[in-house]
């Protein structure tokens, strides 16, 4: 019974993280070969992994081996340093979805849910992670119009996100 109780403990924490927030769904079709490259951070919900970096980008790109590897660069202004983060993620449902699982640590994977993206060209992606606290504004240029930037906190507030403290990415 004891190991029984181990194991369903240890499988919930590996896997918990993989949810979505309520009533948000991945965007749908998504193909993959046209999302990878650079993205640059906008905005973000302020997190510990990511707390004080400016000029925070990620790079996508797809490994023999069928998983994405994971860039994430940004600059420490407080220690005059650049910290680089490098990752996998795998898709959780299909791949023609807009949902993987991301892992930074080991075997401890956090969902990546993208629920808006620009389906004709893939300049910009909304992205939230398995709740309410994670939330970014990708784009593949340093600066976007004031209307996406107005367009993200009206569906991110819609979907019920803390816009008012929402952090926005200096870039340079």
Known sequence: MRQLLLITCCTLLLTGCLGMPAGMQPVQPFELPRYLGQWYE?????????????????????????????????????????????????????????????????????????FELDQQDYRYAFVAGPNRDYLWLLARTPQVSPALRERFVAVARAHGFATEQLIWVEQP
């Not at 990511?50 to 797809?62: H, I």
């Not at 081996?65 to 795998?90: C, F, L, M, T």
């Open 42 to 114: 906008v905005a973000r919900l302020d997190h510990s992994f990511e707390r004080g970096l400016s000029r925070v980008s990620a790079d996508y790109s797809l490994q023999a081996n069928g998983q994405v590897q994971v860039v994430n660069r940004g600059y420490d202004a407080a220690s005059g340093r650049w910290r680089e983060a490098v990752g996998k993620a795998y898709f959780v449902a299909s791949s023609d979805q807009g949902y993987l699982k991301v892992s930074f640590f080991g075997p401890f994977y956090g969902s990546y849910v993208i």
